[in-house]
């Protein structure tokens, strides 16, 4: 079973930045594509970002132009950098390993919180 570990999450004012962090113990160049997500308090889980094993990146409207998203594949890790980070950034966040987007299997770190005061 593959285990992924987040990491980065913490406190940080408005306007801050973070970077996440998540180790696969399983081979990066076997998964198709690697993904960060977050959940807020009553709200539903969203996509925040998606990168494939070849490079290609989606984000959500909400974080484009302030969070980068990359994949080491030789380091099995995959990061999220956040910058101008709003209050309303408040999640725990989650990576989720597809290792093929449309069959799987899926795979769901534990997460990390990632709290932003105004």
């Known amino acids: 079973q593959v285990q992924l570990v987040e990491s980065g999450g913490g406190l940080v004012q408005a306007g801050g930045s973070l970077r996440l962090s998540c180790a696969s113990s399983?081979?990066?160049?076997?998964?198709?594509?690697m993904g960060w997500y977050r959940q807020a308090p009553g709200k539903q889980r969203e996509l925040v970002a998606t990168?494939?094993?070849?490079?290609?990146?989606t984000y959500a409207d909400s974080v484009k132009g302030r969070f980068t998203i990359s994949r080491d594949n030789y380091k099995n890790t995959v990061y999220l950098q956040m910058n101008s980070l709003k209050p309303e950034d408040t999640a725990v966040y989650l990576c989720?390993?597809?290792?093929?987007?449309?069959?799987?299997?899926?795979?769901w770190g534990q997460g990390t919180q990632v709290t932003v005061s105004s």
């Open positions: 989720k390993a597809e290792y093929h987007r449309v069959f799987g299997p899926f795979h």
């Open positions: 399983g081979s990066f160049f076997d998964i198709d594509v």
């Open positions: 990168i494939t094993r070849e490079g290609s990146t």
